[in-house]
């Protein structure tokens, strides 16, 4: 039996200036789980994770971690915080100070760990990320992706329970998409929680095992990659495509060389079943 | 803006311990404008520019351009202090004019050459600090000060927030002019305007957003974040200071 993390009921938030930006989610987050939650631009994707991490109050409905409703007071946040950590999509909108090490420190320092420890977490983050080449740089002078980079350092530094990423892969080379891809394998093996948001259905399929679709503010689907991708009137309302190598292995599959329930998720997977 | 931040980022010693470098521009500076003595003015303004090429990752061409604005700002505002308009002739320069002289005494062209010189050792002083100190360092020699931490967390952010506008604002000059946005002073004036407004809107939108951000990652009103550490050694910090005492004893005299 999978074991419930974080439990959404009935969340519907409004914004100040009345739109709806996210009507009677019902959501449950299993521990260890790899879960994309896709959708088109203006979906609710971002305002759902502000709501998770209790940046956002639910305008009803409520969110319990760990069977808990969350506690929106100072003391109740703090400890909601320390275990869900969100990487924004947009760096510029995360970065606030000039020096790499500055910004990356910020977060273990406001979890109150002392000096010593912060230095040694920050050192070990930006070694995984190579970051290290650049950590005396301002953060103004850095690429778009090595930006991106620091912002993900950011929130691992933190060691959450629960790491959302908004859009981790754009901006990113992919040497560097391909780094990140690693770290977040990494990551669920030792146990933590992964949320990312994604438009790639590429990325989806090959990462995740479940699979939440948001559409116009309501959740339309949820289910494992291999049901969502294969349902097309899904992909077509919800404005996703489904991935290169699905649409490849369904022609395989057409012209008989595939059997009906191999999903190869990537090219090596393809080959290997080609045997 | 930009350029000087760039120049201090590349400075050869910018790693080397930013209170030294504090110590011994302001030390300088401080000697300048206390004891006004020309003479030492004057070395202390040869040593920083000497220091400057030497230490700053700048060509003796561009500093002398960096020289030159704030020499015609002074050079302008001093002329009051230079000449003067009295019923006698002056003992130096005299043009008749009207019913009276105007003109430049001994006195008013001692006075103005010894602003002149202290004024261009302070600048000399500050450029060398700007030009070898990143503002980040800066700030941490500003907190072993203790100075007040809420000054020093608006300054943290005005100078990030800077560069997110300045980016922000290049991105639209230049979609602005690939879409012959300037093609005339009237359209120029127009993207200007509209670019200042669009500016003001992001960045109260950008401000909200990095809060939230920050308020993710547990911020409690109090910024504490590691610092880069760059020790000096005790002959940098000995050769400091004989040379702000060797000032100070010249000056005396």
């Given at each position: 039996?999978k074991?419930?993390?974080?439990?959404?009921?009935?969340?519907?938030?409004?914004?100040?200036?009345?739109?709806?930006?996210?009507?009677?989610?019902?959501?449950?987050?299993?521990?260890?789980?790899?879960?994309?939650?896709?959708?088109?631009?203006?979906?609710?994707?971002?305002?759902?994770?502000?709501?998770?991490n209790?940046?956002?109050?639910?305008?009803?409905?409520?969110?319990?971690?760990?069977?808990?409703?969350?506690?929106?007071s100072?003391?109740?946040?703090?400890?909601?915080?320390?275990?869900?950590?969100?990487?924004?999509?947009?760096p510029?909108?995360?970065?606030?100070?000039a020096?790499?090490l500055?910004?990356?420190?910020?977060?273990?320092?406001?979890?109150?760990?002392?000096?010593?420890?912060?230095?040694?977490?920050?050192?070990?983050?930006?070694?995984?990320?190579?970051?290290?080449?650049?950590?005396?740089?301002?953060?103004?002078?850095?690429?778009?992706?090595?930006?991106?980079?620091?912002?993900?350092?950011?929130?691992?530094?933190?060691?959450?329970?629960?790491?959302?990423?908004?859009?981790?892969?754009?901006?990113?080379?992919?040497?560097?998409?391909?780094?990140?891809?690693?770290?977040?394998?990494?990551?669920?093996?030792?146990?933590i929680t992964?949320?990312?948001?994604?438009?790639?259905?590429?990325?989806?399929?090959?990462?995740?095992?479940?699979?939440?679709?948001?559409?116009?503010?309501?959740?339309?689907?949820?289910?494992?990659?291999?049901?969502?991708?294969?349902?097309?009137?899904?992909?077509?309302?919800?404005?996703?495509?489904?991935?290169?190598?699905?649409?490849?292995?369904?022609?395989?599959?057409?012209?008989?060389?595939?059997?009906?329930?191999?999903?190869?998720?990537?090219?090596?997977?393809?080959?290997?079943?080609?045997? | 803006?930009?350029?000087?931040?760039?120049?201090?980022?590349?400075?050869?010693?910018?790693?080397?311990?930013?209170?030294?470098?504090?110590?011994?521009?302001?030390?300088?500076?401080?000697?300048?404008?206390?004891?006004?003595?020309?003479?030492?003015?004057?070395?202390?303004?040869?040593?920083?520019?000497?220091?400057?090429?030497?230490?700053?990752?700048?060509?003796?061409?561009?500093?002398?351009?960096?020289?030159?604005?704030?020499f015609?700002?002074?050079?302008?505002?001093?002329?009051?202090?230079?000449?003067?308009f009295?019923?006698?002739?002056?003992?130096?320069?005299?043009?008749?004019?009207f019913?009276?002289?105007?003109?430049?005494?001994?006195?008013?062209?001692?006075?103005?050459?010894?602003?002149?010189?202290?004024?261009?050792?302070?600048?000399?002083?500050?450029?060398?600090?700007?030009?070898?100190?990143?503002?980040?360092?800066?700030?941490?020699?500003?907190?072993?000060?203790?100075?007040?931490?809420?000054?020093?967390?608006?300054?943290?952010?005005?100078?990030?927030?800077?560069?997110?506008?300045?980016?922000?604002?290049?991105?639209?000059?230049?979609?602005?002019?690939c879409?012959?946005?300037?093609?005339?002073?009237?359209s120029?004036l127009?993207g200007?305007?509209?670019?200042?407004?669009?500016?003001?809107?992001?960045?109260?939108?950008?401000?909200?957003?990095?809060?939230?951000?920050?308020?993710?990652?547990?911020?409690?009103?109090?910024?504490?974040?590691?610092?880069?550490?760059?020790?000096?050694?005790?002959?940098?910090?000995?050769?400091?200071?004989?040379?702000?005492?060797?000032c100070?004893?010249?000056?005396?005299?």
């Amino acid at each position: 039996m999978k074991e419930i993390l974080m439990q959404v009921q009935d969340l519907s938030y409004r914004y100040e200036d009345q739109t709806l930006a996210l009507d009677k989610i019902n959501l449950n987050i299993y521990r260890h789980q790899r879960l994309a939650i896709m959708g088109s631009n203006g979906s609710g994707k971002s305002t759902l994770f502000l709501n998770l991490n209790g940046v956002y109050k639910p305008t009803s409905g409520q969110i319990l971690y760990e069977g808990k409703p969350l506690d929106y007071s100072r003391k109740g946040l703090l400890s909601l915080r320390k275990k869900v950590g969100i990487v924004f999509q947009e760096p510029d909108n995360q970065l606030f100070c000039a020096s790499v090490l500055g910004e990356i420190s910020f977060g273990p320092f406001n979890l109150g760990l002392d000096e010593a420890t912060v230095r040694n977490r920050v050192t070990q983050i930006c070694d995984t990320l190579s970051i290290t080449p650049f950590l005396d740089k301002p953060t103004h002078f850095l690429s778009g992706g090595q930006k991106k980079r620091v912002s993900i350092a950011d929130i691992l530094v933190m060691e959450p329970e629960l790491l959302i990423l908004d859009e981790p892969f754009s901006a990113l080379d992919p040497k560097h998409a391909h780094m990140i891809d690693n770290i977040l394998k990494q990551l669920t093996d030792s146990g933590i929680t992964v949320i990312i948001a994604t438009h790639h259905a590429d990325q989806a399929y090959r990462w995740a095992d479940r699979i939440v679709v948001l559409n116009h503010s309501h959740v339309l689907a949820d289910g494992t990659p291999q049901e969502i991708f294969s349902n097309k009137e899904l992909l077509a309302a919800a404005n996703l495509e489904q991935p290169t190598l699905m649409k490849v292995s369904d022609i395989l599959k057409r012209k008989g060389i595939l059997s009906e329930c191999d999903f190869p998720k990537t090219a090596e997977e393809l080959e290997m079943l080609l045997k | 803006m930009i350029l000087l931040d760039k120049l201090a980022y590349s400075s050869p010693i910018r790693q080397k311990s930013p209170a030294l470098k504090t110590l011994f521009a302001a030390g300088s500076l401080t000697i300048c404008v206390s004891f006004r003595h020309s003479l030492v003015c004057l070395l202390i303004l040869c040593c920083m520019a000497v220091c400057t090429l030497r230490f700053a990752n700048l060509s003796a061409k561009r500093y002398l351009r960096f020289l030159t604005g704030p020499f015609l700002f002074l050079m302008l505002s001093s002329v009051a202090i230079l000449f003067f308009f009295s019923s006698s002739p002056q003992d130096l320069i005299s043009i008749p004019c009207f019913s009276g002289y105007l003109g430049i005494s001994h006195t008013s062209f001692s006075h103005w050459y010894q602003l002149m010189i202290v004024a261009f050792s302070s600048i000399s002083c500050l450029y060398f600090l700007i030009l070898t100190t990143p503002i980040t360092d800066l700030l941490t020699v500003l907190r072993k000060l203790h100075c007040p931490w809420l000054l020093l967390e608006l300054m943290l952010l005005i100078y990030r927030a800077i560069f997110i506008l300045l980016d922000l604002a290049d991105a639209i000059q230049i979609s602005q002019n690939c879409r012959l946005g300037n093609h005339s002073f009237r359209s120029k004036l127009s993207g200007m305007g509209q670019m200042l407004s669009v500016l003001l809107v992001r960045s109260l939108k950008k401000s909200s957003l990095l809060y939230d951000a920050m308020e993710s990652r547990l911020y409690d009103g109090e910024i504490r974040v590691l610092e880069e550490h760059h020790p000096a050694k005790k002959q940098e910090w000995i050769f400091c200071f004989i040379w702000l005492i060797v000032c100070t004893v010249l000056s005396l005299f």
